[in-house]
C-alpha cells in the first residue's frame, strides 16, 4: 500500500491507528492549523526552534497539500485529529470538515517517524514498530525560544537504543534535520524533567531492557504543548502519533 492509498483509506475511515511503520519509505508530518491571525507569529516562532518544530510546509486559503502530496485533503486524510479550544483538547476526530473555514492556516510539520526507515534498515529495532504501539512520547522542562505571543516547552519522543548501536543511531538521524535529526538527549531522562520514564504523556509505554539506553528526540507534539501555555481560542492539530502520511520520500531529506 502506498502512501495515496493508505490516505485513500483513512478518508473511508477503513484505517485508524498511529501511522509508524506503515508506508516504509514515505515522510510523515505533524499538523497544526491555526485562524491566520496568528499564523506569522507561529511561523516565527518556528523559525526560532527548528529542531523542535520544522516546519515543511504552508497552506493558506485552502485544505489541500501542494508540496508534500499534491491534492492531499487535509481535511479527512489523517487518522485522528485533535480539535483545541482554550488550549484543552476538547473532541478527537477522524475529519474535520465541519471546523474548516478559509480562514485557517496549516502547518505540516517534520516527524521523527521520517527516519524510522533509515533506523531500521541500519539494523536497529525500534520497540514500538515491532509491538505495533504508538511511540513514548514526554513532556519535558526544555524551554523554546519565545517569539511573540508564543512560549512553551518541548516534548519528546523516547525509542531504547542497543547500547552498542547508540553512536549510530545518532549519526544516522543527524542526517534528517529537517524532521528533528539528531537526539536531543540520552540515557538520562531526569536531566530534562522526566520524572517517570515508564509513564509517558502521549503514546504508550515501551519496555526499556537492561542493554539499552533511551534516547530522546525533540517531537512534533511540542505544539500541542505550546497550545496549552497559550490557551489560544481554537485550534486543531493530528492527534499525537496519527500522522498525515506524504508522497515525499524520507531520502528526499537525508543531508
Known amino acids: 500500500m502506498n502512501a495515496k492509498q493508505l490516505r485513500e483509506k483513512i478518508a473511508k475511515n477503513e484505517f485508524n491507528k498511529p501511522t509508524s511503520g506503515q508506508c516504509t519509505g514515505h515522510l510523515q508530518a505533524n499538523m497544526l492549523v491555526i485562524p491566520s491571525a496568528y499564523a506569522d507569529a507561529f511561523e516565527a516562532f518556528a523559525n526560532a526552534n527548528k529542531k523542535a518544530i520544522p516546519v515543511l510546509e504552508i497552506i493558506k486559503g485552502s485544505h489541500y497539500s501542494k508540496h508534500l502530496a499534491n491534492g492531499a485533503n487535509l481535511l479527512n486524510e489523517l487518522p485522528a485529529y485533535n480539535i483545541i479550544k482554550d488550549g484543552v483538547v476538547v473532541e478527537t476526530v477522524n475529519n474535520i470538515e465541519e471546523y474548516y473555514t478559509d480562514d485557517l ?9 521520517t527516519f524510522e526507515t533509515s533506523l531500521m534498515s541500519n539494523g536497529i529495532s525500534l520497540r514500538h514498530v515491532d509491538l505495533d504501539v504508538n511511540v513514548s512520547m514526554y513532556n519535558t522542562s526544555i ?14 519522543s523516547m525509542r531504547p537504543v542497543k547500547k552498542h548501536r547508540v553512536a549510530d543511531a545518532c549519526v544516522i538521524t543527524s542526517h534528517y534535520p529537517s524532521v528533528h535529526g539528531s537526539p536531543i538527549q540520552i540515557g538520562y531522562p531526569n536531566m530534562i524533567g522526566i520524572k517517570d520514564i515508564k509513564s509517558p504523556d502521549y503514546g504508550d509505554a515501551v519496555e526499556i531492557k537492561e542493554d539499552e539506553i533511551p534516547l530522546f528526540w525533540p517531537c512534533g507534539v511540542t505544539t500541542q504543548n505550546v497550545l496549552s501555555e497559550l490557551k489560544l481560542p481554537f485550534a486543531i492539530t493530528h492527534a499525537p502519533g496519527f500522522m498525515f502520511v506524504s508522497d515525499k520520500k524520507d531520502s528526499e531529506f537525508y543531508v
Open 143 to 156: 524551554e523554546l525560544n519565545p517569539v511573540d505571543m508564543f512560549t512553551g516547552k518541548m516534548v519528546v
Open 105 to 113: 492556516v496549516f502547518f505540516l510539520i517534520g516527524c521523527s517517524f
